[in-house]
């Protein structure tokens, strides 16, 4: 078979929303998706016509197989992945406005190690997407996310790396010097200006790369103003588009996705960011956290 273009891997979970955008304490009817950062950032790439496949654990369980069955819908291929009988699919459940509630300890997917990251298949993958929510789930996906890594450089491959920093699920002081040290692993960068001040200080996009000077390509989110992107170029700003927000969760993934189909197909590094910007803007209309669309 082909193999697929992008290759993401990462947690996913049964992500349940008020159907309307309404408060989780006042809403009567609700949608249940497929969400994980990673898997979103495959189903937007799917739908924007390239082959995209992901990988992680799911529990053996209903609620795994909804999300296969979702994330199949969208084009994304799910033929490696895991399914585990003794540990279950995590859950999350947004309140819009107003965060989102998890429901992931002892999951499946915090259950993978090292010695799962040797059985990735990645021969003609062209990059490898990543976050930093792999290494906060266990100290076991921690290590599986570097041997995940090395065994990319290895194999020539491209790595993509969101820093994608949940507060919630590990302290300042741990998250902080290890997503700097996972993102001096990769190649191509995204993280957003503020969560980039939360956990290194810094406070401009130009502060951000000072700091990370290691990936070729490095991008800098500042939600409705814009996105900052830095390459052997240079610097390159483009401006965030004017949406009514419904809810913003999601649109992170939507732009990765946006930003890396355009990457593949070759554009400038500011069409590139228009292209995120764009993707982004169709999930801040919507409590989904992908758009139902048949690939291209």
């Given at each position: 078979m082909t193999p697929p273009e992008v290759l993401t891997v990462g947690e996913t979970m049964a992500m349940v929303a008020p159907l309307d955008g309404s408060r989780l304490l006042d809403a009567r009817e609700f949608r249940m998706d497929a969400g994980g950062a990673e898997s979103n950032v495959a189903a937007h790439l799917a739908a924007l016509g390239h082959r995209a496949a992901w990988f992680s654990r799911l529990g053996a369980d209903a609620l795994g197989d909804r999300i296969l069955r979702q994330l199949e819908s969208f084009g994304v291929e799910v033929g490696g992945v895991e399914r585990d009988p003794q540990h279950p699919t995590?859950?999350?459940?947004?309140?819009?406005?107003?965060?989102?509630?998890?429901?992931?300890?002892?999951?499946?997917?915090?259950?993978?190690?090292?010695?799962?990251?040797?059985?990735?298949?990645?021969?003609?993958?062209r990059m490898l997407h990543v976050s930093g929510i792999t290494a906060a789930i266990s100290a076991t996906a921690s290590a599986f996310l570097d041997a995940l890594i090395a065994h990319a450089h290895a194999a020539g491959v491209e790595v993509s790396f969101d820093v994608n920093h949940r507060a919630a699920l590990w302290p300042l002081e741990t998250a902080a010097p290890r997503l700097r040290q996972l993102a001096a692993m990769a190649d191509v960068v995204f993280v957003g200006r503020d969560e980039a001040e939360t956990l290194w200080g810094t406070?401009?996009?130009?502060?951000?790369?000072?700091?990370?000077?290691?990936?070729?390509?490095?991008?800098?989110?500042?939600?409705?103003?814009?996105?900052?992107?830095?390459?052997?170029?240079?610097?390159?700003?483009?401006?965030?588009?004017?949406?009514?927000?419904?809810?913003?969760?999601?649109?992170?993934?939507?732009?990765?996705?946006?930003?890396?189909?355009?990457?593949?197909?070759?554009?400038?590094?500011?069409?590139?960011?228009?292209?995120?910007?764009?993707?982004?803007?169709?999930?801040?209309?919507?409590?989904?956290?992908?758009?139902?669309?048949?690939p291209a």
């Open positions: 995590g859950l999350y459940v947004k309140d819009p406005g107003h965060g989102v509630q998890y429901y992931r300890a002892g999951s499946a997917a915090a259950q993978l190690d090292p010695a799962d990251a040797a059985s990735v298949a990645l021969d003609g993958v406070v401009t996009a130009a502060e951000v790369r000072e700091l990370l000077g290691e990936p070729a390509e490095l991008i800098v989110k500042d939600g409705d103003v814009g996105a900052t992107a830095f390459d052997a170029a240079g610097e390159h700003f483009v401006p965030a588009l004017r949406v009514e927000v419904v809810e913003a969760v999601g649109a992170g993934d939507a732009f990765a996705g946006g930003y890396l189909a355009a990457r593949l197909d070759g554009l400038v590094i500011a069409d590139r960011l228009r292209a995120g910007h764009e993707r982004a803007a169709l999930i801040l209309q919507t409590t989904s956290d992908t758009i139902e669309e048949t």
